[in-house]
């Protein structure tokens, strides 16, 4: 990625800031205000290892919000343990290298992270007029800052927003809550119609198969939907061990509800459905060369038959499933989930670093499943995600 970041760079060095924005030659996922911020204020932007070295420094920062905010989410809680969770995030694969090779994803998560103390702060001084004030704008101005810099971030700011429209506050502060963020979103919506997308023009010529294009909306991919449970189910699963009920009891009253049964037939009819019309080979080897997350990896790393890879893979959409429905305890949580399954059909190609850290992040920060935080429990989250980042290096360091 850092080939077509340096390539944007020198079009903000060689150009005008408006020409630049609007430059046919950009490329990317997101809006530039990363180009635009740094070409503002960042003297080390047009020198690219001091510019690593300004990228480096911001990202150390998330650690720094993550604690803050787990702080005042558990103020009972042991310091060095808030300390422990809150470095979790450096062992994502994804943060550290984006913050090493100065790629994009950090400042939407940093960003995303700084939104959420914000909002912290301004519910626990929601009765302080001038403090309140103050926390509300900013948390209005750092979540809509995260979609700037990653459209999918666009979760964090729907969270923001719908916890301060239910805050307990008169309807004109409402009223101004929702006006700031309509008017914050008119520069992108700007981009959007000049664009005719969500991406910049020689984005969406390059991935034909995304709908980053207004008139791709129509194109689904259904099969991501599978997949995208086996990641959001690989990043819970460690978590269903730091919930406040023992792992054999969370079973039990699984199974003692009224829904398990129709919870445990959607995964089978939608692997059903897909085995019946979508050829597994068609998408996993011949229209793939890349993504599907690490269960797509591991089933190529077990496996040269294709029929035995894609009975590993179906069993493993059931399971992660069923994994999901065992950490969600609420209707809120479920929905934000959903979010990551819905934007999964619009996407090509289907990347784990989408979801990673971001799930980390709302498990610590903002689902409402009650966790038990001890040595052992943080011990166990920290040789989990280690033994991946690990096998990652790894594995990466042999396909390249």
């Given at each position: 990625d850092i080939t077509w970041i340096l390539n944007n760079?020198?079009?903000?060095?060689?150009?005008?800031?408006?020409?630049?924005?609007?430059s046919d030659d950009l490329f990317g996922n997101r809006t530039p205000l990363v180009y635009i911020i740094n070409n503002i204020l960042n003297p080390f932007f047009y020198e690219y290892e001091k510019y690593r070295a300004t990228t480096f420094l911001l990202s150390l920062?998330?650690?720094?919000?993550?604690?803050?905010?787990?702080k005042n989410r558990y103020p009972k809680t042991n310091k060095e343990l808030i300390v422990l969770l809150s470095s979790l995030i450096l062992l994502s694969p994804y943060y550290r290298t984006s913050g090493y090779w100065a790629l994009n994803e950090n400042y939407g998560l940093v960003t995303s992270l700084i939104s959420l103390l914000f909002l912290n702060l301004y519910l626990e001084n929601i009765k302080i007029i001038k403090k309140r004030n103050i926390f509300l704008f900013f948390t209005i101005f750092f979540s809509?800052?995260?979609?700037?810099?990653?459209?999918?971030?666009?979760?964090?700011?729907?969270?923001?927003?719908?916890?301060?429209?239910?805050?307990?506050?008169?309807i004109k502060l409402k009223s101004y809550t929702f006006l700031i963020y309509l008017i914050l979103g008119l520069p992108y919506l700007f981009l959007i119609l000049e664009w005719n997308g969500i991406v910049p023009p020689r984005t969406q010529a390059a991935n034909?198969?995304?709908?980053?294009?207004l008139s791709r909306l129509g194109d689904l991919h259904v099969y991501h939907l599978g997949y995208v449970s086996t990641i959001i189910g690989f990043y819970l699963f460690p978590f269903?061990?730091?919930?406040?009920?023992n792992f054999f009891q969370i079973i039990y009253d699984f199974f003692r509800t009224k829904w398990s049964l129709l919870i445990l037939i959607i995964p089978i009819l939608y692997v059903l459905y897909i085995y019946l019309s979508i050829e597994f080979k068609s998408y996993t080897v011949d229209d793939y060369w890349i993504g599907l997350g690490v269960v797509n990896k591991t089933a190529n790393i077990l496996f040269n038959d294709i029929y035995k890879k894609e009975i590993f893979t179906y069993l493993i959409f059931f399971l992660s499933w069923i994994v999901i429905c065992l950490y969600v305890d609420n209707l809120i949580d479920f929905l934000i989930l959903f979010f990551f399954f819905i934007i999964s059909l619009f996407l090509w190609p289907l990347m784990q670093e989408y979801f990673d850290p971001i799930i980390i992040i709302l498990c610590l920060m903002i689902f409402k499943t009650k966790m038990k935080l001890d040595y052992y429990n943080i011990y166990f989250?920290?040789?989990?995600?280690?033994?991946?980042?690990?096998?990652?290096?790894?594995?990466?360091?042999?396909i390249i």
């Open positions: 760079i020198e079009i903000f060095k060689n150009n005008k800031l408006k020409d630049a924005i609007l920062t998330g650690p720094i919000f993550i604690y803050f905010c787990l809509s800052l995260s979609v700037y810099f990653d459209l999918k971030l666009i979760i964090i700011a729907i969270i923001c927003f719908f916890y301060l429209m239910n805050s307990k506050i008169e034909i198969n995304t709908a980053t294009n269903l061990f730091l919930k406040e009920k989250l920290f040789f989990y995600f280690a033994v991946f980042l690990t096998i990652a290096n790894v594995y990466y360091s042999n």
